[in-house]
């Protein structure tokens, strides 16, 4: 059989099995979504949301990029995060990337790789304003992953400085802002203890990022 062929087989059979076990799965879908949560995650094939979280469909809105970005000037992103909050009125955004990212590891190998670098610059800035702390991490794949976790953090912030979310905080509107991290050799989800829940924490989460890595190069070299 056919790739796409099988495909499609496969779509069928698992629809004839949702609707064995409860005939008013898909009525009931089509009819509404009420997610609680927005998951902005990586592109890649292995991290899957609904999956990683045990969520059925309609359970979880998803967006999903290379390496887990929120650029300001991304209008899919922010419309996404738009539609989240005003329409479905989500109480938490996650931002999850994974170990082993291949949008980190091109940021940080140096080399050319076309247009993609020019996505990618957001985790080269993170990189460079972090590089004290990756520099004296000598096992290059521990440094990638400390990459990872970094980027999460800069990705959580980004979206705490929109617009968006901003106007949502001033008109009350309950919402966090979360930061995971997702291991592809366990299928766990690490929490990175980032919960920002309004303007003053993310004043504090702020400060922290700024100025943590300089407060880690010094503990480290003490």
């Known amino acids: 059989m056919k790739y796409i062929d099988q495909l499609l087989e496969n779509n069928r059979r698992w629809s004839e099995q949702i609707r064995s076990q409860d005939p008013n799965f898909f009525p009931d879908l089509a009819s509404q979504q009420s997610p609680r949560s927005l998951w902005i995650g990586c592109a890649d094939s292995r991290v899957s949301a609904n999956t990683i979280v045990g969520l059925a469909p309609g359970e979880i809105f998803v967006h999903r990029n290379v390496a887990n970005l929120v650029v300001h000037t991304d209008m899919n992103c922010l419309s996404v995060i738009q539609f989240a909050l005003e329409v479905l009125k989500i109480e938490h955004i996650i931002v999850c990337g994974h170990y082993g990212c291949g949008g980190v590891i091109a940021a940080l190998d140096g080399r050319r790789h076309g247009l993609i670098d020019n996505w990618l610059r957001n985790i080269q800035d993170t990189a460079n304003h972090c590089r004290e702390e990756l520099d004296a991490i000598a096992d290059k794949t521990a440094r990638i992953d400390r990459l990872c976790e970094l980027n999460v953090s800069r990705q959580v912030l980004n979206v705490c400085e929109t617009t968006l979310v901003l106007d949502a905080w001033n008109r ?44 880690h190069s010094a503990a480290d070299s003490a």
Not at 176 to 203: A, C, P
């Open 172 to 215: 009350g509107q309950n919402l966090t802002i979360h930061g995971w991290i997702y291991g592809l050799k366990d299928g766990l989800v690490r929490d990175q203890n980032i919960s920002i829940s309004g303007e003053e924490g993310l004043e504090q989460f702020r400060a922290d990022f700024i100025f943590n890595t300089k407060r």
